[in-house]
């Protein structure tokens, strides 16, 4: 018989909007939650509003929890959290297990899932995707690899977090290796959007008529049809910013010169999203490369005040 979920304590480490809207769908299925991020009044908001617990500490959110979920941005601040000085691993209950979110290079997490089981930790690599708003309604997709005790562990966590679990392999890596994949189709098709765009308002087309023919054509791809909106709303507001993309392309760029494996497209796509954070929109939101496409061109694009600031 399946354990309540009363009974499962969680910690998210990390309330950015990911990992807040994660820590709101764990809540909504009655594990215990605890949540930790950097800025104190996020973790209170997220006490208050849906009844967790605000913890002063990453280690005092991790020390009695059975699962752990770490929602940061990057390998470095993964490696921080679990093993910095002030690390959680050396706090946490042996055999609780780490569900690790971030998108890095398949070698970094293989390392940390290493020394987590050197610690009596279960370890699940576990990238996502979905954004913000299928964080808060537990319908990510998760691409989660890892022994088959430590998905066991985590899978309270992984059931109210995503609508779809891909469970890729006993190896922790084998997802971070998907997600780059993902990522390098996502990066390409933000900037292949955000080109064809603008070529349209070179072309001196309707905008709002483009993003309705494409969304209907054999064009149309998912981040075409997420991001052009931005772009006509001229809100840059991140969502997902310009520069997780200078981040995982260049991961992506890394991985295929190690297995010398050319990925072209890929690297001028890199190329896009470099130029537009060298230009000052390092943490707006991707789409913002229509913009530097724009500047380039001399053309304009509809505007808000978030976007001439």
């Not at 001028?268 to 130029?275: K, N, S, V």
Request: aromatic content about 6%; proline content about 4%.
């Amino acid at each position: 018989m399946q354990t309540s979920h009363l009974q499962h304590r969680a910690a998210v480490v990390g309330l950015g909007s990911m990992g807040y809207g994660m820590a709101l769908s764990l809540r909504r299925r009655g594990l215990q939650v605890a949540g930790f991020d950097v800025r104190p009044e996020v973790a209170e908001r997220f006490a208050r509003e849906a009844g967790g617990s605000a913890a002063a500490t990453a280690r005092d959110a991790a020390k009695d929890a059975d699962i752990v979920v770490i929602v940061v941005v990057n390998a470095d601040q993964t490696e921080t959290i679990l093993f910095g000085s002030e690390g959680i691993a050396a706090a946490m209950r042996k055999g609780a297990v780490i569900v690790s979110c971030a998108t890095m290079a398949p070698e970094r997490v293989r390392a940390f899932a290493a020394a987590a089981t050197a610690a009596g930790l279960h370890y699940v690599d576990a990238p996502i995707s979905g954004g913000a708003q299928r964080a808060a309604e537990g319908a990510l997709t998760v691409l989660a690899s890892g022994a088959p005790e430590a998905m066991a562990k985590a899978e309270p966590a992984l059931d109210a977090m995503a609508a779809k679990i891909y469970r890729l392999g006993d190896e922790p890596g084998t997802g971070a290796a998907f997600k780059m994949v993902n990522q390098l189709l996502a990066g390409v098709h933000i900037a292949a959007a955000s080109e064809a765009m603008v070529f349209a308002r070179r072309l001196g087309l309707d905008l709002a008529k483009v993003y309705e023919v494409i969304t209907a054509s054999a064009g149309n791809s998912w981040m075409f049809e997420n991001r052009v909106p931005h772009v006509l709303d001229g809100d840059y507001t991140p969502r997902s910013a310009v520069d997780i993309f200078t981040k995982d392309l260049g991961i992506i760029n890394d991985m295929s010169r190690s297995a010398k494996f050319p990925t072209p497209v890929a690297s001028a796509a890199l190329q896009m999203f470099l130029m537009t954070a060298a230009a000052g929109m390092g943490r707006d939101d991707d789409a913002s490369v229509a913009r530097l496409y724009a500047q380039v061109a001399g053309l304009d694009l509809p505007l808000t005040k978030t976007a001439q600031s």
